[in-house]
């Protein structure tokens, strides 16, 4: 490619073979959405199966934790997960910085016992990055950071009954920053949040959005929502009555992380609005909440929910679902009217596009990445984070309008295509070649010097 070419003149190029990637607190072989597992880890699969497709060898690197398998797993051809040990199972995220030192140790042991040979580190997470400037000195290799979610991010946008980040990870953030060799962000919202939060030097930043798997997320077969809620109702265990019921509800979605953060409960207040203000009826309208209970804040999210359906008087409305794993969600996609993304604070967004490419509009919280994703007005709507009541009549403006509704489902397909994991790790890797080859210059140029 051109880009190899140009991007140090006079230096030969060499082509990358190998890449280790460091996901400390988050093992990609589990199903995202429950636990600490999200659109991190569907990120990292899809990232590091778009990047072997180019001829990369890549060894992702995880804490070993419980009900994890002990040995290296193939996540798919050329790419291999390895569990490395570093405290008890069972440690909260909060917990893991004081295991990082034994982390790093154990994983160099077993890299240098096993004579690898890493081209360059892409850590994921603050907490891998941390580990990543250590081995990258140790290991003479430059390394990119993609940090997902930021302390300080959080910290102005949290929800009530989200804890305040501890100093540690904004310190080490701080750190990632300085060190690494470019920073990947999601959107350009992050991009601009590096640079105005962190004082990020904007060369270094570079902006690599996650893509979509347009092979199976998709609209439903022929464009038969009816069809799609029928099958997603048997998938449910329904019984035929049960399915045929469902076919002809107003189906709302919500599929991610149980914390407050995620804002399931202001979907479950949008719904209550709708059946207060008459415009649905109880019995015509389900809200699906996919998902489980993340991270301590989200650790009693679960039953939190589901007292404030009962309090709102809508228990009967709402459906608790299970966290799916990531290849069941098109069915839930499919069978919506409307898919909430009602985020305090996102970085990109993945839910959000995934329903897209599945023909479903979105109504989303106007934040973060999610303003680079939901077309307001065309692909769905964008409202304020926490506004249960504009959320709910952005929502019946889709429900009462089927040409409206028909419109974005067409358009929310046609920008999903913008999207793709291909062309994401296409970016990527022409950014790692950049990246090494940088650094191999700069390291030229320190030895002429010393």
């Not at 440690?91 to 081209?119: C, I, M």
């Not at 390394?143 to 009954?161: E, I």
């Not at 040409?403 to 067409?410: D, E, H, T």
Request: net charge neutral; aromatic share 6%.
């Amino acid at each position: 490619m051109a880009v190899r070419e140009s991007l140090v003149p006079g230096m030969p190029y060499r082509p990358l073979r190998r890449l280790a990637m460091l996901v400390v607190h988050s093992n990609p072989v589990a199903e995202p959405g429950v636990g600490d597992g999200g659109g991190m880890t569907v990120y990292v699969r899809e990232m590091a199966r778009a990047l072997a497709r180019r001829g990369l060898e890549v060894d992702i690197y995880t804490r070993h934790d419980a009900g994890g398998s002990a040995v290296p797993t193939e996540l798919s051809p050329g790419v291999v997960v390895y569990p490395i040990v570093a405290g008890e199972p069972g440690l909260s995220k909060a917990e893991l910085p004081a295991h990082l030192p034994e982390f790093t140790a154990n994983l160099a042991a077993q890299v240098e016992q096993r004579l690898v040979g890493y081209d360059l580190i892409h850590s994921h997470y603050w907490l891998s990055g941390r580990v990543a400037t250590l081995l990258a000195g140790r290991w003479g290799i430059p390394f990119v950071h993609t940090f997902h979610t930021l302390g300080l991010v959080k910290n102005q946008g949290r929800a009530r009954g989200e804890p305040v980040e501890p100093e540690a990870r904004l310190r080490g953030e701080a750190r990632v920053i300085a060190e690494a060799e470019a920073i990947i962000a999601s959107s350009p919202q992050e991009r601009s949040w590096l640079i105005d939060l962190y004082a990020a030097h904007p060369e270094r930043i570079h902006v690599i959005p996650p893509g979509v798997d347009h092979s199976t997320f998709r609209p439903p077969a022929g464009g038969d929502r009816v069809a799609a809620k029928v099958a997603l109702g048997k998938a449910l265990g329904m019984s035929p009555v049960e399915q045929r019921d469902l076919s002809h509800k107003h189906v709302l979605l919500f599929a991610g992380r149980l914390q407050p953060l995620k804002g399931a409960g202001t979907a479950i207040e949008a719904l209550a609005h709708l059946i207060g203000w008459g415009r649905v009826e109880p019995e015509g309208a389900v809200l699906l909440v996919v998902g489980g209970g993340s991270g301590a804040a989200g650790a009693g999210e679960p039953e939190r929910l589901q007292a404030l359906a009962t309090r709102l008087g809508v228990a009967s409305a709402v459906r608790f679902v299970d966290a799916q794993p990531h290849a069941a969600l098109p069915g839930f996609y499919q069978a919506a009217d409307v898919c909430f993304v009602p985020s305090y604070t996102e970085s990109f967004g993945l839910v959000a596009l995934e329903a897209q490419a599945s023909g479903t509009p979105v109504i989303g919280s106007a934040v973060g990445g999610l303003r680079s994703i939901v077309r307001h007005g065309q692909t769905g709507y964008l409202v304020s984070p926490g506004a249960a009541g504009a959320f709910a009549e952005r929502a019946w403006r889709v429900l009462s309008d089927p040409p409206l509704a028909a419109s974005m489902s067409r358009l929310a397909v046609c920008s999903s295509g913008d999207f793709s994991w291909d062309q994401s790790g296409t970016d990527l890797h022409d950014l790692y070649v950049a990246s090494t080859r940088r650094a191999r210059r700069e390291g030229t140029c320190r030895e002429a010097r010393g």
